[in-house]
């Protein structure tokens, strides 16, 4: 089978990089079995200072194409028009050895929007994974809602990340989804942790310190709570960093928090297998890799209930609090101190594996491609 997955293109000098969740799909189709390329729109402004037009070039043994585009920036109707001629020269690209896909899967709201129209005049079934949190609502704004309309009525297939997702979709845009998360990488967390050898209580966690995230809320619960020989690691960077800081200073925490910054999986995997818990407190997932990455390494986990967690946390694997409570998410902190050391930690992992592994998510897309 011929899949041609369509994603957000990230261009940092000479390096292609792709949105993560679409790569690691499209490594696990061609793990899989699946002939599968990349095409993928960097729609950003200038600013991003990158070429305009068009580059070939081949990663992870996948033929790729990325189209750099400045349609972002362009008012109104024409920011989809110049997209969708950035999708069609993508298309083109990618197709001029005469490859020709039986699926062209593409994710994410603009991205899907802007390949509707080339994919269906291609008569591959066209399929969407929308991912977006920006759809994590049954009200989205006009410009979103009329992206979605344009790509979720023209597929032959929408997928939701999580069942939250999923109804929202339904609830604007009468669409029902179907419901496959997102493909975690399983491998690289495969170190069961042991928990904190130090007489430490290690929580960690991880994402990038912006509003959505709500590192407020984890530092403002974690200073509530009734351990005094605990320590919380942070891994992540973003806009909020040095407020965020401020913050654990004011909060008499600047001592027990620490900050990693962005570091390679590799590195977080090392802490996670020294770690009793892993903590975040968004304010909103579609999904929640970050979780089941956790998860995999057999860390227990604390959420809030903000959408995709919902979906895969338990009483086997973790605790969920309500959303946007300090208190109530310091209780739930307080609770996984105390019993973090009574979880299974190889049945966590097992349930992250077979739930979302590259193999197993693979699969589950392949079934839905040959039922359309």
């Not at 009468?174 to 929580?203: A, H, Q, W």
């Amino acid at each position: 089978m011929k899949i041609l997955v369509c994603a957000r293109g990230y261009n940092s000098g000479s390096e292609n990089k792709f949105g993560s969740f679409e790569l690691d799909q499209a490594k696990a189709l061609r793990a899989a079995g699946c002939d599968v390329r990349i095409a993928s729109l960097d729609l950003r402004s200038p600013k991003s200072r990158r070429p305009h037009g068009a580059k070939l070039f081949a990663a992870q043994g996948m033929h790729c194409v990325t189209v750099n585009s400045f349609s972002s920036m362009l008012p109104g109707g024409l920011a989809e028009k110049y997209a969708a001629k950035a999708a069609a020269k993508a298309l083109h690209w990618i197709c001029n050895d005469g490859w020709k896909p039986d699926i062209i899967h593409a994710h994410f709201t603009e991205i899907a929007s802007a390949f509707a129209d080339s994919a269906k005049q291609s008569g591959a079934k066209f399929v969407v994974t929308e991912h977006s949190s920006l759809m994590n609502t049954p009200t989205p704004d006009a410009k979103n809602l009329a992206l979605a309309k344009n790509a979720y009525l023209k597929a032959d297939k929408v997928i939701a990340v999580s069942n939250a997702l999923a109804q929202n979709i339904k609830k604007s845009i009468g669409v029902t989804p179907e419901v496959i998360g997102n493909v975690v990488d399983t491998d690289v967390f495969t170190d069961i942790s042991k928990g904190s050898r130090d007489g430490r209580f290690k929580l960690v966690s991880c994402g990038n310190l912006v509003d959505v995230k709500n590192f407020e809320l984890l530092f403002t619960a974690f200073s509530k709570t009734h351990s005094e020989n605990s320590q919380l690691t942070v891994f992540g960077d973003g806009v909020k960093l040095a407020e965020l800081k401020a913050l654990c200073k004011e909060l008499g925490i600047a001592d027990k928090v620490i900050f990693k910054g962005h570091q390679p999986r590799e590195v977080i995997a090392k802490e996670y297998a020294q770690s009793d818990a892993f903590a975040l407190a968004s304010k909103s997932e579609t999904f929640g890799v970050s979780f089941v990455e956790a998860m995999c390494a057999g860390l227990p986990v604390v959420a809030t209930k903000c959408g995709g967690p919902e979906d895969f946390i338990n009483e086997q694997n973790g605790l969920l609090a309500d959303n946007g409570d300090a208190d109530a998410l310091a209780k739930v902190l307080d609770r996984m101190m105390l019993t973090a050391i009574s979880y299974d930690r190889k049945k966590i992992r097992s349930y992250a594996v077979e739930n979302f592994s590259p193999q197993g998510i693979a699969g589950k897309l392949i079934a839905l491609y040959k039922a359309i």
